[in-house]
């Protein structure tokens, strides 16, 4: 019951039923899937981690360019981890100040939130300053760990030079990640999944409350 009701609010909420590809068996290993990888030419052929997977290794740089271990701090508390495009989407700007607002709650219940975008260390530092965020970004900006979630498409081609110049040139593939929200167990198992393949589609951040209300009492 409480898988399926979970599945009903990603439908509801027009998350999950856009026409993804969920292609990957859940035996495949996340090396296999990262070295296979090819990007999709759009946002709604990609194949993401399913729940109940694995989330894969991951050490990212903050906004001072420190390197984060993702999966330590996942091990420590549950997790609310976020896929965002950039400091320059304004749609992504706009989930952030949302998600800012509902941080207490959502700290409150026990989670830790923290975003991933493509922008190299110095754009997350002024996406934090600009928007007064005091949950952890992340740089992903040659989009290896979005590969590795199944996440990263071709960027069109007037995102081009915006991506090069955002990430320091690491973008090589000129690629983009799926906006998109995740709760993680302290196993880092995928509990509940929001995948939008129109960016300018967000997860409503009272839904988001519920839902990780819901899911608490299980972890």
């Known amino acids: 019951m409480k898988v399926n009701l979970r599945f009903l609010i990603i439908a509801i909420s027009l998350a999950c039923s856009t026409g993804l590809a969920h292609a990957q068996d859940n035996d495949q290993s996340i090396n296999t899937k990262q070295v296979s990888y ?22 990212l740089p903050d906004v001072s360019g420190k390197i984060f271990d993702l999966n330590k701090a996942v091990s420590e508390k549950p997790t609310i981890l976020i896929f965002y495009r950039g400091g320059w ?23 830790q939130l923290i975003a991933v975008s493509t922008d190299a260390p110095e754009g997350l530092m002024q996406t934090a300053k600009k928007d ?6 992340l740089s992903d900006a040659d989009l290896s760990f979005s590969k590795q979630f199944g996440l990263a498409y071709k960027a069109p081609m007037e ?15 000129l690629l ?44």
């Not at 999709?40 to 989330?55: C, F, T, V």
């Not at 995948?195 to 209300?213: E, S, V």
Request: with cysteine.
């Open 132 to 137: 007064s965020l005091s949950y952890t970004l």
């Open 159 to 173: 995102k081009w030079e915006i991506l090069l110049k955002s990430t320091h040139g690491k973008d090589i593939d």
């Open 176 to 219: 983009l990640p799926v906006t998109s929200v995740f709760i993680l167990d302290k196993k880092g198992l995928i509990q509940f999944e929001y995948i939008n393949p129109d960016f300018h589609q967000r997860m409503n951040t009272d839904l988001l409350k519920n839902i990780a209300a819901f899911i608490k009492k299980d972890l």
């Open 89 to 111: 989407c304004p749609y992504c700007n706009k989930q952030l100040s949302g998600l800012r607002k509902a941080a207490p709650e959502l700290e409150k219940l026990g989670y």
């Open 38 to 59: 090819i990007s999709p030419q759009k946002p709604e052929d990609i194949s993401p981690l399913l729940n109940g997977e694995k989330i894969p290794m991951a050490q």
